[in-house]
């Protein structure tokens, strides 16, 4: 998708930064790059995305650095002829773009997985990724293209961070004083996970990512930050309660605990009953698993990691 890109094969070139790969990727890319010499395989030792991003940042050679991962579908051949356009019409320091979870080809469950992560619920409102908002904007949320100058004002990621690197880079961006601008005409749409075990190890890794990023950088922290911690430690509480209750019989202190609980249950509901409504029964079925394993992951990596450090 990147080599039909409408737009001068001498004018740009792409670095896939490969983490030490054991299956047929650097095969693949090698004989890729024999027909298209703007292709260039780098080793990322440091096998992290983190790590993978300042590989394609040092070593690129172009003014502009555009970061796509590897589970992205780009859907037309401008966009790298939009990329040039957004920086020219906005003088801005780096570019955001909106990351919906909606490429073609996708299983029920991750259409599921797309319309639960954009529902109020799945995502948190301050976000761009599900938006089709288009002007200046703060890049923490959503940032992913840059001028070069960028990195010699706020250095490079923190390879330290196995998710969230994104986050924590865009903050110092932001924090740095550097402009950023967001528009539709930039949209990447990114694969969802494919089972509810992919989703939670994916959740746990942000949420551990979240803890590192406010550790790091305490003042970025925000109540919608902890809510999901305090979701999990409720539901620990919750259990203990019952527990209690089973051998004593005092179920007060439980029915005190499970009520908020059970509105969140109706939330969960009426939540998928709107995407029911909207777009059909098949894709609203798995949506309060979805959800929860949403809200748990991201509370439960949170806690794990606050307890390691």
């Given at each position: 998708?990147?080599?039909?890109?409408?737009?001068?094969?001498?004018?740009?070139?792409?670095?896939?930064?490969?983490?030490?790969?054991?299956?047929?990727?650097?095969?693949?890319?090698?004989?890729?790059?024999?027909n298209?010499?703007?292709?260039?395989?780098?080793?990322?030792?440091?096998?992290?995305?983190?790590?993978?991003?300042?590989?394609?940042?040092?070593?690129?050679?172009?003014?502009?650095?555009?970061?796509?991962?590897?589970?992205?579908?780009?859907?037309?051949?401008?966009?790298?002829?939009?990329?040039?356009?957004?920086?020219?019409?906005?003088?801005a320091?780096?570019?955001?773009?909106?990351?919906?979870?909606d490429?073609?080809?996708?299983?029920?469950?991750?259409?599921?997985?797309?319309?639960?992560?954009?529902?109020?619920?799945?995502?948190?409102?301050?976000?761009?990724?599900?938006?089709?908002?288009?002007?200046?904007?703060?890049?923490?949320?959503?940032?992913?293209?840059?001028?070069?100058?960028?990195?010699?004002?706020?250095?490079?990621?923190?390879?330290?961070?196995?998710?969230?690197?994104?986050?924590?880079?865009?903050?110092?961006?932001?924090?740095?004083?550097?402009?950023?601008?967001?528009?539709?005409?930039?949209?990447?749409?990114?694969?969802?996970?494919?089972?509810?075990?992919?989703?939670?190890?994916?959740?746990?890794r942000y949420?551990?990512?979240?803890?590192?990023?406010?550790?790091?950088?305490?003042?970025?922290?925000?109540?919608?930050?902890?809510?999901?911690?305090?979701?999990?430690?409720?539901?620990?509480?919750?259990?203990?309660?019952?527990?209690?209750?089973?051998?004593?019989?005092?179920?007060?202190?439980?029915?005190?605990?499970?009520?908020?609980?059970?509105?969140?249950?109706?939330?969960?509901?009426?939540?998928?009953?709107?995407?029911?409504?909207?777009?059909?029964?098949?894709?609203a079925?798995?949506?309060?698993?979805?959800?929860?394993?949403?809200?748990?992951?991201?509370?439960?990596?949170?806690?794990?990691?606050?307890?390691?450090s």
């Amino acid at each position: 998708q990147l080599l039909s890109q409408d737009y001068p094969t001498d004018r740009f070139e792409i670095i896939v930064a490969d983490g030490m790969s054991d299956d047929a990727t650097r095969a693949i890319v090698t004989e890729i790059a024999k027909n298209h010499p703007q292709v260039r395989l780098l080793d990322n030792p440091g096998r992290r995305s983190s790590a993978g991003r300042n590989v394609g940042f040092k070593n690129g050679r172009g003014d502009i650095f555009l970061v796509v991962d590897g589970h992205c579908y780009i859907p037309d051949t401008q966009l790298l002829n939009n990329t040039v356009a957004c920086f020219e019409k906005s003088g801005a320091d780096c570019l955001g773009r909106p990351q919906p979870l909606d490429p073609p080809g996708l299983t029920a469950f991750q259409k599921a997985v797309a319309l639960a992560r954009a529902s109020k619920l799945g995502h948190g409102g301050d976000s761009l990724i599900f938006g089709q908002y288009e002007g200046f904007a703060s890049p923490v949320s959503n940032g992913a293209t840059y001028r070069k100058e960028v990195f010699d004002k706020v250095g490079y990621v923190d390879e330290t961070f196995d998710a969230c690197e994104d986050v924590e880079f865009n903050y110092r961006v932001a924090q740095a004083g550097c402009t950023c601008y967001t528009s539709p005409g930039l949209t990447v749409r990114y694969y969802p996970r494919e089972n509810l075990q992919g989703l939670m190890r994916q959740m746990l890794r942000y949420g551990s990512g979240r803890r590192k990023f406010t550790k790091k950088h305490p003042a970025a922290l925000t109540v919608n930050q902890l809510i999901p911690a305090f979701f999990v430690t409720g539901l620990l509480c919750l259990a203990v309660t019952l527990l209690i209750a089973l051998f004593t019989g005092i179920l007060l202190p439980s029915l005190l605990l499970a009520l908020p609980y059970g509105l969140y249950l109706l939330l969960l509901i009426g939540t998928a009953v709107k995407i029911a409504v909207k777009s059909g029964f098949s894709c609203a079925t798995p949506v309060p698993a979805i959800i929860f394993v949403i809200h748990f992951g991201l509370g439960w990596g949170f806690i794990r990691q606050a307890l390691k450090s």
